[in-house]
């Protein structure tokens, strides 16, 4: 298994020999594309699916969403479940949904090897270890094509995906800003709770309490064991949910899980400078929809502001998701404020 805990993520994705995989060039924005790369270790060709949102500029670093399919699934189902395209397009996130290496490599959350649900013949001896590399390998192909916000880099997936993002996770945890297990199937022994506690990693988990292929209880059981840890965690439990349907049809349950993301960074957990000198007051913004939000301005650059919610959590949205009033508001701001204005 890869198991870098003290590596910094650039001398972490060094060790993954990146030179192996190619990014591509001519992204389109607003669309669900299949990418594919060159995959040396597993010879052979491995693909992924991404979404890259309208309001995406090279010259500012855009939140990133990783997002891990469920067992016998692919990445390009993941991506459309109700919700995904729609919230990162609305929140100017980078989404991309990596293969796993196959439909059920657990993304090495049952170890190295071929695991013990479905396995198959046909599968590597090392199938695990490739499947969590995978996973490393498409985050540094997104790192190296796109501006990527290293303090705004998350984790989700659904079922087994669930599984892959506790334990991807919490194996690398210097990476993550915050996590999102939806449903997951969860692993006894390998949940690490304590590193999400030491590396102060948020935990958004999604279940249906009607769930019959991952039951209830011991979802509540884990949740029973971040509160032990003192993990900082939301639990949002479906009533009358199911495995299926309850996540991949739920845009408002996945609108609820971009809006956690957006209240959790790297560096508002420990503070900046920025933080700590300003002395502005909050004011409420308000997105297109309605949706309010009470924070300050940090910064602007191109058609992006950066904004601190009050009570926590840093985060870059585009000005073109604001309110006409907050529009002349961040005019006003920027006029006021030229130092911080890329």
Request: glycine residues 10%; proline residues 4%; charged residues 25%.
């Amino acid at each position: 298994m890869l198991t870098h805990p003290k590596l910094t993520l650039v001398a972490l994705l060094a060790t993954l020999n990146l030179a192996q995989v190619q990014a591509k060039e001519s992204i389109a924005k607003g669309e669900i594309q299949k990418q594919t790369y060159d995959f040396k270790e597993a010879s052979r060709e491995m693909e992924y699916y991404l979404y890259v949102p309208r309001s995406y500029e090279k010259s500012t670093s855009a939140p990133l969403v990783v997002l891990l399919h469920g067992l016998g699934g692919k990445p390009r189902n993941v991506i459309r479940y109700a919700g995904i395209t729609s919230e990162a397009e609305e929140h100017g996130y980078i989404v991309v949904a990596p293969y796993g290496y196959n439909s059920r490599g657990w993304y090495g959350s049952q170890g190295e090897g071929r695991g013990f649900i479905r396995p198959n013949s046909a599968d590597p001896d090392n199938l695990g270890e490739l499947s969590e590399k995978d996973v490393l390998n498409v985050l540094g192909i997104i790192q190296e094509e796109f501006s990527i916000d290293e303090n705004r880099i998350y984790l989700m997936g659904h079922s087994m995906g669930g599984g892959g993002t506790i334990h991807i996770g919490t194996t690398y945890p210097e990476i993550w800003a915050g996590l999102a297990p939806l449903a997951p199937a969860i692993m006894s022994g390998r949940n690490k709770a304590d590193v999400l506690k030491k590396h102060n990693i948020a935990v958004m988990l999604v279940t249906g309490d009607k769930d019959r292929l991952i039951p209830v209880a011991g979802v509540r059981r884990y949740i029973e064991t971040l509160k032990a840890e003192g993990v900082t965690h939301i639990y949002k439990e479906i009533k009358d949910g199911n495995h299926g349907a309850s996540i991949a049809n739920n845009p408002e349950m996945i609108g609820e899980v971009f809006d956690f993301f957006n209240q959790h960074s790297k560096s508002s957990k420990h503070g900046s400078a920025d933080d700590a000198s300003s002395d502005e007051g909050f004011r409420e913004f308000s997105n297109k929809t309605g949706k309010k939000i009470t924070a300050r301005i940090l910064s602007v650059a191109g058609n992006k502001v950066t904004i601190i919610r009050e009570g926590g959590g840093q985060f870059t949205i585009p000005i073109t998701a604001l309110s006409e009033e907050d529009k002349r508001f961040i005019d006003e701001w920027k006029r006021a404020n030229p130092n911080r204005v890329q």
